[in-house]
């Protein structure tokens, strides 16, 4: 029965990590991983199981973000556009500006990936959550500072991010959905779109690494899986309606307050 509510437990907790994952952005391998390591459970049961299920959680919310309206993903190609033109046959560009956005920040996470691997072999882990910590607590603050303004659209900020968020990920594991939301907000991506945005670039991201597990994965426990995606599943209908319903300004302010208490957490973690 010990063993059962356990599990149980389990499932309501990938449930509500879910919620605020989706609904904000970030937050579901941040609070399931330290919980479950707590619980007794090793790394190689807990990260599989995580990127599984922010894989298929991470599609599922995107479609569900489109068909409420929050976004607008269309990757049919963009034959119109220059790029495409001068590259004939070979040319591709999704049409709709946000699945550019998802494209460009999935594209340049390869590049930031690389980055990471050769930086983390030189320097200690200490200083590397440090660095993360304080991006993520600055970046909340310009947010809670600027709610009110609208920030003009940039590529160039885009690609930047990209690359920035998935060396995050690259180096602890983490970082990824706090930086890759509040970036594209301060780079003048809707709040709302940036949400979906997310949610389909982290997927894609999760993606890559679970078909890695499953190709070098011999020693790859999957026991968590399950539970973990059942948890989730269900609660992204949930938080695509919030998202949905949520005032855009107040909504920008919750991202801003969520993301500079994330990071200060982080802190308090690396020091105590």
């Known amino acids: ?3 059962e509510s356990i599990f149980i437990g389990i499932f309501f907790l990938s449930l509500l990590a879910e919620y605020m994952d989706a609904t904000i952005g970030m937050g579901y391998g941040t609070t399931l991983t330290p919980l479950l390591l707590l619980i007794g459970f090793s790394p190689m049961q807990i990260v599989p199981s995580i990127l599984l299920s922010q894989f298929i959680c991470g599609i599922f919310a995107a479609r569900l973000h489109q068909g409420a309206g929050n976004v607008s993903f269309d990757f049919n190609n963009d034959t119109e556009h220059n790029i495409v033109k001068r590259l004939g046959k070979l040319g591709y560009l999704p049409r709709s500006k946000s699945s550019k956005v998802a494209m ?12 990471a691997v050769l930086i983390a072999l030189a320097l200690p882990i200490f200083y590397l959550k440090f660095y993360i910590s304080l991006i993520v607590v600055t970046m909340g603050i310009i947010i809670v500072a600027r709610h009110k303004i609208r920030n003009v659209f940039s590529w160039k900020k885009i690609i930047g991010l990209g690359v920035l968020a998935s060396f995050n990920k690259g180096i602890s594991g983490g970082g990824y959905g706090p930086l890759i939301v509040s970036g594209q907000i301060l780079s003048g991506v809707e709040t709302k779109n940036s949400i979906a945005i997310t949610a389909l670039a982290e997927g894609s991201t999760c993606f890559f690494g679970v078909i890695t597990y499953f190709i070098v994965g011999m020693n790859v426990d999957w026991f968590l899986a399950p539970y973990l995606v059942a948890g989730s599943v269900i609660s992204v209908p949930l938080s695509v309606y919030t998202v949905k319903r949520m005032p855009v300004k107040q909504f920008t302010l919750i991202i801003g307050v969520a993301t500079t208490l994330l990071g200060l957490f982080s802190l308090y973690k690396l020091f105590n």
């Open 104 to 115: 460009v920040l999935v594209l340049s996470s390869l590049v930031g990936v690389f980055i």
């Open 1 to 3: 029965m010990a063993i």
